[in-house]
């Protein structure tokens, strides 16, 4: 069986709704239908979600909020309208939305993840209706019901272990269940959502519980691509990839999924593959455990601006037992997570994400290193970008970062950092901002120029 | 005025020593000469410290070692034979080796201290006798009548900072001062050694609290070379590098001098000349501070073996503020220093120098790390080698990395890691142990083939 989860744009009218119905009626694979709330329509619509954060913002300062909950109401009105649903459904979740209202306001966190909760839930519910007029053997069913338990921090959940034991049920219903994303239930029984990517997480949760064949996850792209279509013309489409290659892209910018959301199925090897719902004949892109790499080593090319490295100079630093760690220490005391630590011998650099650090933080910084390590020289720079070229095939292939390299001299593209790790999924090379852009048009060419539509 | 150390080879004989003479007195500049005891005068011979060990050690046994010291009287014997000095100053070198062996029996660590420094400090005055005899105006000059104060570790003095002011009214000297290296003394009066390259530390302290124009450190070879000579054949000679330069180097092989003997000359910046007792007419080799280096953005190939890494896996990994340094404490509790921490995004691999390891400390080592960072996967690899090209330019040359890597693909050595650092004084290439000489040779090619016989 196959979990399929559909997201904001997936399911934003009745137009897409309809899209998701002929893609589950067509495969009855599809036993788990995962839905977010109603995303955008056009490109400066609002999302449902998000005027249910204006709903809750407003009903928490002023005590009610009439015109932001029909602003949500008249989102699922258009739906159900152009869905041939009647008024029910919408009188139904109008109760349902002044009923969370009535939660407790001294609890303004949960009264908050209730709210913005009710997207999701909202939208099952009225997916479900459809699918049922339509001929679809179909039911909504509530996280709570199905035995979704997390952690209870407001915006925050984390997945109980206990769910994945519940979830497996799911696998022997006779109808296609139609199930609400981005929030799990407490074992005391209050409402939790999760972090950022929220759907994609319930997905992965339950793909993994009912250790499903596939975890299909719609989109409105045809497949990941090996490089940002803003940048490359017409890049190459992915067909198959592995997680580690799609978490190193992701960090650059590659932004298919938010990384944690794929962790359940990840750790339980449920193949994930992403798809079109504006376009399901295309076969999308496989994320799997492993793949072969002799044709295409690298698969893809990602870059992140808004870096800055800290450089710190000391002669005979490698004698010195502890150096290093004491290092991160006075980061990790200004709360800072660091991204690579490149050295020669009596230098390091550590390079961290700019929009941590201000002009007080660098001070503290410098001025804690030179007084505690007893440094030569230390100091910061700014605006990097860190390139990264990915692939499972890089470690067994001799010459990539011959390529690499000298595709960046041929765009004179000065490399101010190299990290390559023993893994060797990835090649990371550090470059001016203003060069980003050049060298990844460059690294493109080098190892897709002249390659076919798609890779695996 | 100079400053000029001479190593065991330049004092190993009256040959020798005649040599030096024609040096010190072909240049009224060099005012302090800092000599090392009797080296070996063939490639089997053993060094007169070596002999000192062996008297020390058979003394603090049996309580008597007339054999072994009667073996070091006679190396002092044919010097001072071959010079015609006559028996009155071996007399004395004797005397002065039983004085020694009436110290304190209970502080063996000082008794072995004063019983090795002899070899240095009965040379110099021998050396000087000899310089008095053939006309130079020339004085023995003991370091704790100079000065020169150290902390009270045996076999690891540390320089005290009141030394280079003691030290600097040797500039006014009208006489040649020749000075023993490898000891100082504690503000107590006991004696006490350097550790491993005893004399061109004391060579480096004498030149900077001279605040000397030059420190020349005469040795036996006629400059430092661009590589290996037992690798690559006939390399050329680099008549200027920098200090940091020769650090980044002598890291990877290229022993011309123990790292820690430079540290004072480099703090005072005064230029050192490596130059052949054998052949003073050639120009040797200068280490300075800053060079130009357009022509030679590149000075040396190194490479050095015996290196493990410790490959760490997890999934997120680098949203985990503190994971790095909590990976090195580890490390650290087990007394281990590391020499590089290249990383990918959800792995790292820290390298170590392989001789630190034991399979008792690995097992434990991942066991803490597996138990503490519930990470995904961690294993040890060995047999690494650090290949380094090395240069001031490589920072503001484009290409460089481009030409190494590239070399390296063409002899088919696969790089197991990267590592340049934001300074971009040298590039740190990890290779497998097996393909080390091919990839210096390679190296060597790509950045020295068709090169004159120096370079600058």
Known sequence: MKVAKFGGTSV???EQIKKVAAIVADDSERKVIVVSAPGKRYSDDTKVTDLLIALGEAYLEKGEAEAELQAVVSRYEDIADGLDLGKEIVATIEADLRDR?????????SLMDLIKASGEDNNAKLIADYFQRIGLNATYLNPQDAGLLVSDEPGNAQVLPETFEHLEKLRDSDEVIVFPGFFGYSKEGTLVTFPRGGSDITGSIVAAGTKADLYENFTDVDS??????NVVDNPVKIKKMTYREMRELSYAGFSVFHDEALIPAFRNRIPVCVKNTNNPASTGTMIISE???????????AA??????????????????????????????EGLSYE????GIDDTSVIVRQHQLTAEIEERIIDRIQKELCVDDVYFEH?????MIVGEGMHNTVGVSARATAALARASVNIEMINQGSSEVS????????????AVRELYQEFFGGADESIE
């Open 12 to 14: 934003a009218s009745a």
């Open 101 to 109: 209202l009535t939660f407790d306001r001294n609890r303004p966190e």
């Open 291 to 301: 793949r072969e790499y002799f044709l295409s080593p690298v698969i893809g090319i």
């Open 427 to 438: 090649l990371v090379l550090g470059v001016h901002a203003e060069d980003t852009d050049r």
């Open 224 to 229: 990941v691509f090996a490089a940002n279509p």
């Open 304 to 333: 992140d601006e808004g870096f800055a490295t800290i450089y710190v100079r000391k002669y005979l630093m490698n004698r010195e037992v502890g150096f290093g760690r004491k290092l991160l220490q006075i980061l990790e005391d």
């Open 383 to 387: 605006d990097f970008s860190m390139v």
């Open 340 to 343: 690579h630590m490149p050295s």
